[in-house]
């Protein structure tokens, strides 16, 4: 079945370490992107990436980081300078040719609890 | 830039009642709008789509929502509500974001409770 896998589900961290976020995708999209969701507040985009080796800012990109080495993968990096990184985590894909509109698709989410 | 509001934070209604859940975007040209339901703990689903043609679109689960471009709105409605659409709902309007680059801006959703 095609889709995006994000695990794990839940992730448990101790102030001051780095996390990282797995997100995979087999929809052969060539776009991704990771959101924060935090309760009342919608999602908001962290960074995205149109391409393999290359990825932007989204809206709150402070303290994470990312990479696309390959099409299918594009972990996240929570890193220790994030001030509040408890929060639920989304992760999408889309195409991003042909004619619009380009829905993403999501995973299932990680939820991340720093303590 | 886009923006998206979801006036309503809340909204309980009665099984086999009919829903209309509000959405206004904020967008200098044609948007592309859609609607995502999230069930808790969970990801997001595509309800439904817009780009152009008809101004009312159809979507699963029995929904539709109609795009009035002269009140900047894109209002999701559903004739019967069934209890397990009880869940949070949520607009988005998709844009270019600088050369080839798109993405979406959410609102920041409504929770519909159904009561029984």
């Known amino acids: 079945d095609g889709g995006i896998t994000q695990s794990p589900k839940y992730l448990f961290r101790k102030e001051g370490q780095n996390v990282t976020l797995s997100c995979e995708q087999n929809?052969?999209?060539?776009?991704m992107y990771w959101y924060r969701q935090d309760p009342g507040q919608g999602l908001r985009l962290i960074y995205y990436s149109q391409i393999v080796n290359d990825f932007q800012k989204g809206d709150i990109a402070e303290g994470y980081s990312v990479s696309r080495e390959k099409k299918e993968s594009f972990p996240l990096t929570v890193t220790s300078a994030q001030k509040n990184p408890t929060a639920f985590y989304l992760c999408a894909s889309s195409i991003r040719t042909g004619l619009p509109p380009y829905e993403q698709y999501f995973g299932p989410g990680t939820r991340l609890t720093v303590t | 830039a886009q923006s998206v509001t979801q006036p309503d934070i809340h909204i309980t209604v009665s099984e086999g009642a009919s829903l209309e859940l509000r959405c206004n975007y904020s967008y200098g040209a044609t948007p592309y709008l859609f609607w995502y339901v999230q069930s808790p703990g969970q990801g997001l689903q595509l309800l439904l789509k817009?780009?152009?043609?008809?101004?009312l679109v159809q979507g699963i689960k029995g929904f539709e929502a109609e795009f009035k471009r002269s009140q900047s709105s894109f209002n999701l409605r559903k004739p019967s509500v069934h209890w397990s659409d009880a869940a949070e709902y949520f607009c988005?309007?998709?844009?270019?974001?600088?050369?080839?680059?798109?993405?979406?801006?959410f609102g920041k959703g409504t929770l519909l409770t159904v009561n029984p």
């Open positions: 929809l052969n999209h060539d776009a």
């Open positions: 817009y780009f152009s043609g008809d101004t």
């Open positions: 988005a309007v998709g844009a270019r974001s600088g050369g080839s680059n798109y993405k979406l801006t």
